[in-house]
């Protein structure tokens, strides 16, 4: 039987979580990238954490983290297998900054790489398909179910940990 050990590298620079997945034990990677910019100066710290932990897979988490993934996938030999996972669904009255949108298109020269990504929601999955282009085939949403409480995080390993009802399904177009 293999032994999963997950890691976590933190992008950012908020650590209000911290505790939660030190007491589970995990000891996150902090870079605490500034918000804002391209973090050009900071790529080999970025790199030189996920080499050390030496993945089977890369999961991303909103457009900066699935952006970081692929890229850091894009150069490990063997690459790991790369998930991306998106929280919110986009609307008018959700508008995405100007550098949160560069990112998002920017990702999508990764779109080839991607093994799965996770929507909350089939909106989400949707409006990604539709309206940036990224393949239905692959994506899976959580659907709610009789007793839902809520899951906050759109990973199934988490929706278990947190004894939240979500459940997997793949969204067609």
């Known amino acids: 039987m293999r032994k999963f050990s997950p890691s976590l590298?933190?992008?950012g620079q908020q650590d209000d979580l911290l505790p939660r997945f030190q007491?589970?034990?995990i000891e996150p990677v902090m870079l605490r990238l500034t918000p804002g910019r391209w973090p050009l100066a900071e790529i080999g710290r970025f790199l030189a954490a996920v080499r050390e932990i030496q993945p089977d897979i890369l999961q991303g988490w909103m457009y900066h983290g699935n952006l970081a993934a692929s890229f850091a996938a894009a150069r490990l030999q063997p690459a790991p297998t790369v998930c991306w996972s998106v929280r919110d669904t986009p609307d008018a009255a959700h508008a995405h900054s100007l550098f949160t949108r560069l990112?998002?298109?920017f990702s999508g020269l990764y779109l080839a790489r991607?093994?799965?990504i996770f929507n909350v929601?089939?909106?989400s999955a949707?409006?990604?398909a539709r309206n940036l282009g990224w393949p239905a085939e692959r994506t899976r949403a959580a659907a709610k179910r009789r007793g839902y409480r809520g899951c906050s995080s759109p990973t199934p390993?988490?929706?278990q940990a947190c004894d939240a009802?979500?459940?997997w399904q793949t969204t067609r177009r």
Do not use: F, Q, W
């Open 23 to 25: 007491a589970i034990g």
């Open 165 to 167: 009802d979500c459940v």
């Open 121 to 123: 929601s089939a909106r």
């Open 103 to 105: 990112v998002i298109r």
């Open 9 to 11: 590298i933190v992008l």
């Open 126 to 128: 949707e409006y990604c």
């Open 157 to 159: 390993t988490h929706a």
């Open 114 to 116: 991607v093994a799965t």
